[in-house]
């Protein structure tokens, strides 16, 4: 059973008649019991969505820079990854 969470934030909103009169209906058909629930349901997978395809965006751009950066940036090997070639290539001949 999921816990209940405390309640206690209130959003006021005023909407047309045409609006609510759909929001209204939607939720008939979706089987939510109560106006409130089908609201706060749907508005927050919107917001679910909205902010992981933001955070899905920023971490692109992050990997694009990362990768850009590692291959065609000025940045020498250190020193491990110097040592680490040389024994990969003298056990190579």
Do not use: C, W
């Amino acid at each position: 059973m999921e816990a209940q969470l405390s309640k206690d934030e209130r959003i006021e909103l005023r909407i047309s008649s045409d609006d609510k009169r759909i929001f209204k209906r939607a939720q008939k058909l979706s089987g939510d019991k109560s106006f409130s629930s089908f609201i706060v349901r749907v508005v927050k997978q919107q917001a679910e969505e909205i902010v992981a395809k933001h955070d899905r965006i920023l971490s692109s751009e992050k990997d694009r820079k990362v990768f850009f950066d590692a291959v065609f940036g000025s940045s020498k090997p250190n020193q491990n990854l110097v040592e680490a070639a040389k024994r990969y290539k003298s056990k190579k001949t």
